[in-house]
């Protein structure tokens, strides 16, 4: 797009798919922020009326609001500390040349293959079940009391379940970080001296934190609306002890059936996103460019 | 101290023997030209005195000590690599500084070596800079002076002018003798390059096939190649070696003469052909003789002002003393 005429062609050639793109965001936040407004429920819809903040003050004022976003930001920092951590120990061993790479390799990338709320199932009734999942067992192995993962963890269980989904996303993207070092830098390090802990500290690791960067910025992206784990497990409970705010804002629409506070949710979560998003290209954002 | 000593060093690859059992001698304070074809084995070699490779036998001797088992970082030996090899996300001071940090060289004594080596390569204006931000030459420089500073027993050198434009390359060529003069550090040097063989060594080592062809000063490899293969690489333009009568006549399978030993005339001489390519280069000019009867193009070098062109007929008379004469197995007949 070197000279003007086509420039501006251009611009006119891209402008529909812009202008679609921004109608599909603006009329749904639009439509949110509107009904965040509004006295709706859906038990008694002819009742409609001006609300004013008043779905902000009662879902801020409700007790949960709180817990949600605690429970939501320890769920974003919990999966995103295993996963990075993992998939940098996963993706170091997986880069070594082993007999069936391939294979290990499709393994460690299977669990990304499985849907949500199957894998937040299967290890519901197959490997955290307090009688016949694969913990219990191992427990009573040992001769232990099997763990109620879901009663007496259940963020903790959440944490971990998601993370087993996210640690192939981690441990793909380090992986191909991993690949590009520079295999003359490693060995000039070590002619340097530097043993294999330095030279992970002082060259993998800042050669990775591009990689690493992305890891963090996407899946904060995917872990601010994690949704389906909960409800196949623990239902948000006991009490508030596993609601995030997403969950917080799914049981003001569905079971409550109060569109205005849900929408005031909606609001209140886009916002700290924001908030969140910030934040984080403040502290890794500078590695991107 | 850097006498670095190679005793029976093999390298096999699976099943493939990169470089059979070799014999070699460093002396201290030498530079060391490894030169060959590629895959002659000569990196790898580089590799094995460096201990980026484990030998498959045999035993390296660093000042009279046994190194064959001994890691790269404690051997004593410095290495500076064709991709330079850098740190890119740390500054020239600390791409410099990196292995006294990892022998926990004391602070005073860090940034004195620092300063010391940057004065010595013209880096001092460029050491809070990236290695991204610097040009090839300086790049080059920067690995130098990160070897430098662990005032090693020897440098090895691994092709490192290779990604230079040609003529940044016979700057650093320059740079990089003047710093053995200045330090009289053993040097072990690998390149393809014949010409950087030729400026820089004290000694050097041409190899074939991980074999040694020969070893010895440039002037004893220009004068006396032991066989065809060294007299065909070393020198440039290459020897022209003839076969047939024309080297009969001198009792050899193949006799070899230098461009430079080959005088040209208009007029009389021993072997008469038609000039094919002239290269007019000022100072010298090449021909490519033709139709001499011989077995191949005959190369000459003459002088610059020579007023000879393209079609013209030539008599060429070798120098009979500057006669290289091979047997049939291409060694050199004394």
Known sequence: MATRQTASLARLMRAPAIILLLIWMIVPLGMTLYYSFLNYNLLNPTGTSWAGWFNYQYFYSDPAFFDAIWNTLALVLGVLTITVVGGIAIALLIDKP?????????????PFFVMPPVAALIWKNMIMHPSYGVFADIARFFGAQPVDWFAQFPLTSIIIIVAWQWLPFATLILLTALQSLDGEQMEAAEMDGAGSLSRFIHLTLPHMARAITVVILIQTIFLLGIYAEILVTTNGGPGNASTNLTYLIYRAARLNFDIGGAAAGGIIAVILANIVAVFLMRAVGKNLD | MGRITLENVTKRFGDVEVIPPLNLDIEDGEFVVFVGPSGCGKSTLLRLIAGLEDTSGGQILIDGNDATDTPPARRGLAMVFQSYALYPHMSVRKNIAFPMRMANVDQAEQDRRIAAAAAALNLTDYLDRRPGQLSGGQRQRVAIGRAIVREPAAFLFDEPLSNLDAALRVGMRLEISELHQRLKTTMIYVTHDQVEAMTMADKIVVLRAGHIEQVGSPMDLYRTPRNLFVAGFIGSPKMN??????????????????????KVSATEGTWKGRIGVSEHLGSDTFFYIE????????????????????????????????????????DRIA
Request: aromatic letters at 4%; zero cysteines; proline letters at 5%.
């Open chain 2, 241 to 262: 070696l003839i076969t047939g009568p024309a080297a009969a006549d001198h009792d050899a399978t193949t006799i070899g003469v230098r461009p430079e030993h080959i």
């Open chain 2, 291 to 330: 139709d001499t009867g011989l077995s191949e193009t005959i190369t000459v070098r003459a002088g610059g002002e020579i007023d000879l062109h393209h079609g013209d007929t030539v008599w060429l008379t070798p120098d009979p003393t500057k006669i290289h004469r091979f047997d049939a197995q291409g």
């Open chain 1, 98 to 110: 082993i007999f069936g790479q391939g294979i290990v390799r499709i393994l460690v990338i299977s």
